[in-house]
């Protein structure tokens, strides 16, 4: 049992640095093609894998920039996420499962996925008011699961963190 628990935190820890990775990738992408868009507004039509901004662009530059700062938020926040989790993944010993550092991170975690929840609901919010003032402009909104996933996050800090309590009353009444 043992060595299955090992075996897929070390696969868990594989996932997160894989989605840092893509994450990272994808935020260089876009800042990458938005740089070239400033130049030559025609590449704002395939911004990122399909990704077209071109109504948003003439229209207005700035709200073209805010369009793209805001995705590129979320998209930092979420490497950061995924950092924060191959960190934690590679704390966790099945030995010593509870440790304050791991409880933590896992509530820094909770914390930035709120983050990202906040930001994707101005977004949303921003979006839905430029697609009024541009006709024909549509473009997909976030979800809003982050706020159930930080509540879940948060929860399972506060079981390691009451899991630290526990395993050190224990070695105290040894």
Do not use: C
Not at 16 to 21: K, N
Not at 43 to 60: F, H, I, P, T
Not at 156 to 162: G, N, P, R, T, W
């Amino acid at each position: 049992m043992k060595t299955r628990t090992d075996f897929l935190l070390a696969i868990m820890n594989v996932l997160a640095w894989v989605t840092f990775f893509g994450l990272a990738v994808k935020t260089g992408a876009i800042l990458i093609s938005y740089g070239v868009s400033i130049k030559n507004p025609i590449a704002s039509e395939n911004l990122y894998m399909g990704w077209n901004l071109s109504k948003v662009r003439q229209y207005d530059f700035w709200h073209y920039t805010s369009m793209v700062t805001m995705n590129v938020l979320i998209l930092i926040i979420d490497a950061v996420i995924a950092y924060l989790i191959t960190r934690a993944l590679s704390k966790i010993k099945m030995s010593n499962p509870f440790t304050m550092p791991v409880a933590n991170l896992l509530e820094k975690v909770s914390y930035l996925i709120l983050l990202v929840w906040v930001v994707a609901m101005l977004y949303n919010s921003y979006l839905a008011w430029l697609s009024k003032q541009i006709t024909g402009f549509q473009e997909n909104k976030f979800s809003g699961e982050f706020i159930l996933m930080a509540g879940v996050v948060f929860v399972f800090s506060q079981i390691f963190k009451k899991g630290v309590e526990i395993q050190s009353e224990n070695e105290l009444t040894v």
